[in-house]
């Protein structure tokens, strides 16, 4: 028999999230792949001007993508023009913002502009982590009890602890067309997000 009994525990502790990252995108079409180009360039940057004169600063803003490709017609035979698209994600400090940002963004931009995600989160998860990792060698102690139990023995010291990759739980996450955009602005509900942990614990038998 092994001297020693070894398990799993998992936790996790929940927050309002306090900030918002907006994932958007620009693009325009035209019959040549510079003129493509050239549009939604003047157009993101119409946004991202919105964007700072909104307060945001230039550490919020960030490219996350970039790309122009051909139109083909309904056959795929022959391009009938091009299509240029950028993508940025903006990190927002302040959900109360979020809704006239993006009404401003989506003026800026017009039809040009479309919101992909916005993901709620937590600025600093430093506490709830560390209340995780509490709740899950809880978890673990309780499940090792139990074993020590079952098998008419006595826990004794950790020998062992190791911190496993936690997996990722689903954030707080909106979703919205460009064409279904309220110019009036967007709500944005806080809820809450949770900051999961897993540990494996080593106890030897107690002699």
């Known amino acids: 028999m ?28 035209a019959t040549s792949v510079g003129a493509a180009l050239s549009q939604m360039s003047e157009r993101a940057g119409a946004v991202t001007a919105a964007a700072r004169a909104q307060g945001l600063a230039d550490a919020d803003l960030s490219t996350t993508s970039s790309s122009a490709q051909p139109r083909w017609d309904a056959q795929g035979q022959h391009i009938v023009g091009y299509s240029a698209w950028t993508s940025l994600r903006l990190r927002i400090s302040d959900l109360a913002r979020v809704s006239p940002l993006v009404s401003a963004l989506a003026e800026a931009g017009g039809d040009a502009f479309g919101v992909d995600t916005i993901a709620l989160a937590i600025a600093d998860t430093t506490a709830l982590a560390a209340e995780a990792r509490e709740a899950a060698f809880a978890d673990a102690r309780t499940k090792a009890e139990q074993y020590a139990a079952l098998a008419g023995r006595g826990l004794g010291e950790v020998v062992a602890v190791a911190d496993l990759p936690a997996p990722a739980g689903p954030r707080p996450m909106m979703r919205m067309a460009a064409d279904t955009m309220s110019m009036g602005g967007m709500p944005v509900e806080a809820g809450e997000a949770a900051v999961a942990a897993s540990v494996t614990v080593r106890w030897a038998w107690a002699r």
């Open 2 to 29: 092994s001297e020693f009994v070894e398990v799993s525990g998992s936790g996790s502790a929940s927050g309002v999230p306090d900030m918002a990252l907006l994932d958007i995108s620009v693009r325009a079409e």
